[in-house]
């Protein structure tokens, strides 16, 4: 039993000596962070987007809206004139209830 202790002891104490030593090599030193240049701006996503005026990059910025839905919505909008009520955007081939409850807040026809 005592022979066990002083294994244990002296893992203990070799553990601790281990711990000191990184510390006072390694832990002295500070690191030096410096943040990444910017290559590219971001232009954030206006708050709401009006679909009887945008186009169709603007369109692309709407959650499930790539670049055929966008050409969409702009055909219909030609053919059919401006949105009414942004409901209406469902009547575009491709935009069904899912997509429309993804980006209805993000839209208005004001």
Do not use: H
């Not at 499930?64 to 839905?69: D, V």
């Not at 009547?91 to 839209?107: H, L, P, R, S, W």
Request: aromatic share 8%; hydrophobic share 40%; with cysteine.
């Amino acid at each position: 039993m005592k022979k066990e202790r002083w294994k244990v002891t002296a893992a203990v104490i070799c553990i601790l000596v281990c711990g000191i030593w990184y510390s006072r090599i390694y832990g002295t030193e500070q690191m030096q962070y410096q943040a990444a240049p910017v290559t590219e701006t971001v232009e954030p996503m206006p708050a709401v987007i009006n679909i009887n005026t945008a186009d169709q990059e603007e369109l692309m910025l709407l959650d499930g809206i790539g670049e055929k839905l966008a050409e969409r919505i702009l055909e219909y909008r030609t053919e059919n004139g401006a949105f009414q009520t942004i409901e209406e955007i469902q009547n575009v081939k491709g935009i069904g209830e899912k997509t429309f409850a993804d980006i209805a807040a993000d839209i208005t026809v004001e």
